[in-house]
């Protein structure tokens, strides 16, 4: 594409100025070459302006800045106030403005991001709507998952999904936008058909991230600023504060306030390979029976959240209700279908809160014993151990300690740290460091009713081990386990 198309709109300075084909845009200098736009992004931990000299000595000759660099005569330089609120407008460009092609679904919130936008979007797949995902799970359409930097990845990474997205098929795109997603410039230009809001608490403060609670509430809100329908969660006081925000018409959903969407006679559901909840979706006066194929009372919320989104875009309340008692979301309390009379589950839980309700969840089903495989990450958050440690001890009856991310740290280390809360909470435990080595453990030692539950992986396909990647997934284990 032209130079001179890609900035078009986009105010810069430049001492000249020679149009010339474009072939790519690039803000890593390891992926510069000829005929690419090289763009200085300035981040927390490093700046793209040091590194214009790499970029140019791959081969890029045309360079976006902030201010004046040391390169070269024959390099072209175009600047900008900042590189980083400059990329949505020149990406959206060179992508020809997929966005506008896409009906686009954000949700946001402290937790059930990734639970949200993945039902909503296997909701919207199954009820004939197709749908592509993007978040903590990747990027996920034409039936592929592809991983992704980021929880919202950046404004050229968004523009080009949307595009592989349209040319897959896809009419729509449920995305996790997460407060530095917003702040970070990410979302720019996107102009979202619905947002969703889950729920706030502090997360996410501190160190490059925000500075307090306020100005991660503040990015929060500005979602809202950029929609065209607002889905809040009626049982979240913070959503009152939304409704202020916003200028677009807020649909509500809860299941103790008063709201739009609710539920009524909840209820537990586990058959084999199975484990979901049956709930009355009411709204308008009109009541459809559902069912999720995900356990606990957040999942009939998270639901609810999703059969607003379904409503507004036209979705009839029979093709949500079937289409809702299908979804399931990778890594997110996913009970997997095995030839066992046992059942087992994956979660990403990896701290105390997601721990915590994770076993309070599948505790509070029928069963026999609750077996529970988990590890802890290396390097840091030495207080977690001590959380996981003693919340499987007092809930799991056996828990097979592993490893999780141990990074620089010894794995029978950080096992025999965690070992020390489980037995000081009264549990028994087995610590088995390989962790394909604690899985087959564990499903080796279930019996008849067992619910095994393999957490802090989820949807992950590797363990950074001392710096590297190591492929492994829990997915792949059970079924190595059981030879599928």
């Not at 390099?75 to 966005?99: D, I, Q």
């Not at 979804?327 to 087992?344: E, H, K, Q, Y």
Request: hydrophobic share 40%.
């Amino acid at each position: 594409m032209l130079l001179s198309k890609i900035f078009e709109g986009v105010s810069y300075a430049a001492d000249s100025f020679a149009d010339r084909e474009i072939a790519d845009i690039v803000y890593n200098s390891k992926l510069a070459g000829e005929d690419k736009l090289f763009v200085a992004l300035v981040g927390a931990f490093s700046d793209g302006h040091d590194y214009v000299s790499q970029a140019y000595l791959a081969g890029c000759r045309v360079f976006l800045t902030e201010h004046a660099v040391a390169l070269p005569g024959d390099a072209l330089v175009l600047t900008v106030e900042n590189t980083r609120a400059a990329l949505p407008a020149v990406s959206a460009n060179f992508f020809g403005h997929p966005e506008r092609e896409l009906t686009v679904i954000g949700v946001t919130g402290t937790k059930g991001k990734t639970s949200i936008a993945g039902m909503l979007g296997a909701c919207l797949n199954s009820a004939g709507v197709p749908c592509g995902t993007i978040g903590t799970v990747g990027a996920v359409y034409g039936g592929k998952v592809y991983p992704t930097a980021n929880t919202t990845p950046e404004s050229y990474e968004c523009m080009r999904l949307f595009r592989e997205m349209r040319k897959a098929g896809c009419r729509a795109v449920v995305m996790e936008v997460s407060s530095l997603g917003l702040k970070s410039h990410r979302v720019d230009g996107i102009r979202f058909a619905a947002a969703v809001f889950t729920n706030l608490s502090p997360d996410h403060i501190g160190g490059a991230e925000h500075k307090d609670f306020a100005e991660y509430a503040y990015w929060k809100k500005q979602l809202f600023h950029r929609c065209d329908a607002a889905i809040l969660n009626a049982d979240d006081a913070f959503s009152e504060e939304l409704k202020k925000e916003t200028a677009a018409p807020v649909t509500t959903f809860g299941l103790y306030e008063p709201a739009d969407f609710t539920a009524e006679n909840i209820e537990s559901l586990r058959e084999p390979g199975f484990f979901g909840t049956s709930f009355t979706c009411v709204h308008g006066g009109e009541k459809t029976e559902m069912r999720t194929a995900v356990p606990g009372l957040f999942s009939v919320s998270n639901a609810l959240a999703c059969v607003a989104v379904c409503d507004l875009l036209g979705v009839p309340m029979p093709a949500i209700a079937s289409a809702m008692g299908e979804a399931r979301v990778p890594g997110r309390s996913d009970c997997l279908r095995v030839n066992a009379d046992f059942d087992v589950v994956i979660d990403y839980a990896h701290n105390g809160q997601s721990f915590q309700s994770v076993l309070d969840t599948f505790c509070a089903y029928e069963h026999n014993r609750i077996i529970t495989v988990f590890g802890s990450v290396g390097d840091r958050a030495f207080l977690r151990r001590e959380e996981l440690g003693l919340i499987s001890g007092k809930r799991a009856d056996l828990s097979v300690i592993t490893t999780d991310d141990p990074g620089y740290e010894d794995p029978e280390k950080i096992c025999r740290e965690i070992a020390g809360f489980v037995e000081q909470a009264g549990g028994s435990y087995k610590i088995v460091p390989d962790r394909e080595e604690a899985v087959f453990y564990a499903l080796g030692e279930a019996k008849k009713g067992d619910i095994v539950l393999l957490l802090g992986k989820g949807h992950e396909t590797a363990q950074k081990v001392r710096g590297e990647k190591v492929p492994y997934s829990d997915y792949d284990a059970v079924k190595k386990y059981f030879g599928q």
